[in-house]
């Protein structure tokens, strides 16, 4: 079965999600709040200002939202473009206010930052520079055209040259740093969210692969009874029919058809019981089925186990889960795509432990991501050389990513690191390169101790659930 490709969403997909219905609603609130403001310091303070033309910005914007109300469905998504210009719509309006009322003199200036956050929370990194450097140009006008503020006996208010020249610094320092800061939170956010959504496809598809596992088995108990009989009448009708040649051709051909059909279900059946009705399994079965489809992939895969010192020596069962299974075989793909040669799978299990060490010869985790590993879409810039070799591998950071997550989901701690040859044998030249240990608390997945324990019958023989 083919596995779907994964990408990042785009910024500019993200701005399809925003509402034309919710840039609206947040529109009134701006109108409201201005329209306060305006009859306070008219009506409270006395101030003198440009009634006429203060309203009309803000009647600009009523009349905008009124038209884009009536006009588009209240279910209409802004496209990238549609979105920018609201922004920038809201933010030039509020320079213009501004103008009219003081510029940097008045103290609702700092509200220039609310459009730039905006823009750094939904719009594309290209829209947000855009708005930033706009935003940036209008403060530095206002700075320095304006009308002034005045009150009813015609004084003018206004602050110190110096207290303006420190609110420019403060409103530039503040979009570059709010917006940048914006759009980094933003930017992980939907990044852990891909991933998380890639992570929860993967995991339902290994779900749906055992739960199909489980039916083909069913089928092919449920199916071995009236094959058998098929087979046991069609045998005593080729006795019966010595005398009839045709008609006995026609009955062994019905018992081939069933041999046949035993035979499939037979084949079909041993890979569902192995998946569903044997929820445990030793240790090494599990991480060797998690391993078994990069086996032939012209890497040499050896396999190690052992217990640490003072521990019991039977080897451990643990649970068959899926998240175990799939996240240990993201784990030895990754090895097995970036080893020269071999790959080595090393168990050991304690009282307390179970733990599991994926070493490759190759050339190890970059050093200067090693402590991002396990992060989602991290990915280093490949050489030439590197896209000559393996151009058709496009890696982004989900596979160790995923593997981290169903791991983690499971009980277990991952390490990442780049170290040496595992044994220490002086016939071997090639050092390991990358380093994964994964180290569960042996309550967590032992299948016969702990929380997690499957019940036995009288037989002390797992019952199949």
């Given at each position: 079965m083919a596995q779907p490709q994964i990408g990042p969403i785009t910024g500019k997909q993200r701005s399809n999600w925003i509402r034309l219905r919710t840039m609206i609603l947040l529109r009134w609130v701006a109108i409201v709040g201005q329209l306060i403001a305006l009859i306070v310091a008219q009506q409270i303070y006395s101030l003198q200002l440009e009634v006429g033309l203060c309203y009309l910005a803000v009647g600009v914007s009523v009349v905008g939202n009124l038209v884009a109300i009536f006009i588009f469905p209240e279910n209409k998504r802004l496209t990238e473009f549609e979105n920018l210009l609201m922004v920038l719509f809201d933010l030039?309006?509020?320079?213009?206010?501004?103008?009219?009322?003081?510029?940097?003199?008045?103290?609702?200036?700092?509200?220039?930052?609310?459009?730039?956050?905006?823009?750094?929370?939904v719009l594309t990194t290209?829209?947000?520079?855009?708005?930033?450097?706009?935003a940036i140009v209008l403060v530095t006008l206002l700075s320095e055209y304006h009308l002034p503020l005045k009150t009813q006996q015609g004084f003018i208010l206004r602050i110190p040259d110096l207290f303006v020249f420190g609110n420019w610094i403060a409103l530039v320092i503040a979009i570059c740093f709010i917006g940048a800061y914006s759009r980094r939170v933003t930017s992980e956010i939907h990044s852990m969210s891909d991933a998380l959504s890639a992570t929860q496809l993967a995991l339902s598809r290994e779900q749906k692969l055992t739960d199909l596992g489980?039916?083909?088995?069913?089928?092919?108990?449920?199916?071995?009874?009236?094959?058998?009989?098929?087979?046991?009448?069609?045998?005593?009708?080729?006795?019966?029919?010595?005398?009839?040649?045709?008609?006995?051709?026609?009955?062994?051909?019905?018992?081939?058809q069933a041999d046949r059909c035993r035979d499939i279900l037979q084949d079909m059946g041993r890979a569902g019981k192995d998946d569903l009705h044997l929820r445990q399994a030793p240790l090494m079965t599990v991480v060797q089925e998690a391993a078994e489809p990069h086996l032939q992939r012209g890497k040499t895969v050896k396999f190690t186990h052992d217990p640490a010192a003072g521990?019991?020596?039977?080897?451990?069962?643990?649970?068959r889960q899926p998240e175990i299974i799939h996240g240990l075989r993201n784990l030895v793909q990754n090895a097995v795509d970036f080893a020269r040669s071999s790959v080595w799978v090393e168990a050991t299990w304690t009282d307390d432990?179970?733990?599991?060490?994926?070493?490759?010869?190759?050339?190890?985790?970059?050093?200067?991501?090693?402590?991002?590993?396990?992060?989602?879409?991290?990915r280093r810039r490949k050489t030439?050389?590197?896209?000559?070799?393996?151009?058709?591998?496009?890696?982004?950071?989900?596979g160790l990513f995923i593997a981290k997550t169903l791991l983690e989901r499971s009980g277990a701690e991952l390490t990442f690191s780049n170290g040496g040859d595992p044994y220490g044998a002086e016939s071997v030249t090639v050092h390991?390169?990358?380093?994964?240990?994964?180290?569960?608390?042996?309550?967590?997945?032992?299948a016969r101790s702990g929380d997690n324990a499957i019940p036995r019958d009288r037989k002390n023989e797992l019952i199949r659930l």
């Amino acid at each position: 079965m083919a596995q779907p490709q994964i990408g990042p969403i785009t910024g500019k997909q993200r701005s399809n999600w925003i509402r034309l219905r919710t840039m609206i609603l947040l529109r009134w609130v701006a109108i409201v709040g201005q329209l306060i403001a305006l009859i306070v310091a008219q009506q409270i303070y006395s101030l003198q200002l440009e009634v006429g033309l203060c309203y009309l910005a803000v009647g600009v914007s009523v009349v905008g939202n009124l038209v884009a109300i009536f006009i588009f469905p209240e279910n209409k998504r802004l496209t990238e473009f549609e979105n920018l210009l609201m922004v920038l719509f809201d933010l030039l309006q509020l320079a213009f206010l501004l103008f009219l009322t003081g510029g940097l003199h008045n103290p609702f200036a700092l509200l220039v930052l609310g459009p730039v956050t905006i823009s750094a929370a939904v719009l594309t990194t290209r829209s947000t520079l855009f708005l930033g450097g706009t935003a940036i140009v209008l403060v530095t006008l206002l700075s320095e055209y304006h009308l002034p503020l005045k009150t009813q006996q015609g004084f003018i208010l206004r602050i110190p040259d110096l207290f303006v020249f420190g609110n420019w610094i403060a409103l530039v320092i503040a979009i570059c740093f709010i917006g940048a800061y914006s759009r980094r939170v933003t930017s992980e956010i939907h990044s852990m969210s891909d991933a998380l959504s890639a992570t929860q496809l993967a995991l339902s598809r290994e779900q749906k692969l055992t739960d199909l596992g489980g039916v083909v088995a069913a089928a092919a108990h449920e199916l071995g009874t009236p094959l058998a009989t098929i087979k046991l009448a069609s045998a005593e009708l080729i006795e019966e029919l010595s005398d009839h040649p045709d008609l006995r051709d026609d009955a062994v051909l019905i018992r081939e058809q069933a041999d046949r059909c035993r035979d499939i279900l037979q084949d079909m059946g041993r890979a569902g019981k192995d998946d569903l009705h044997l929820r445990q399994a030793p240790l090494m079965t599990v991480v060797q089925e998690a391993a078994e489809p990069h086996l032939q992939r012209g890497k040499t895969v050896k396999f190690t186990h052992d217990p640490a010192a003072g521990s019991e020596v039977d080897q451990p069962a643990i649970l068959r889960q899926p998240e175990i299974i799939h996240g240990l075989r993201n784990l030895v793909q990754n090895a097995v795509d970036f080893a020269r040669s071999s790959v080595w799978v090393e168990a050991t299990w304690t009282d307390d432990t179970i733990s599991l060490r994926i070493m490759d010869d190759g050339r190890g985790f970059p050093p200067q991501l090693l402590g991002r590993i396990g992060d989602p879409f991290v990915r280093r810039r490949k050489t030439s050389a590197e896209r000559q070799q393996r151009p058709e591998y496009e890696g982004m950071g989900l596979g160790l990513f995923i593997a981290k997550t169903l791991l983690e989901r499971s009980g277990a701690e991952l390490t990442f690191s780049n170290g040496g040859d595992p044994y220490g044998a002086e016939s071997v030249t090639v050092h390991v390169g990358a380093i994964v240990e994964v180290v569960w608390p042996r309550k967590k997945i032992d299948a016969r101790s702990g929380d997690n324990a499957i019940p036995r019958d009288r037989k002390n023989e797992l019952i199949r659930l």
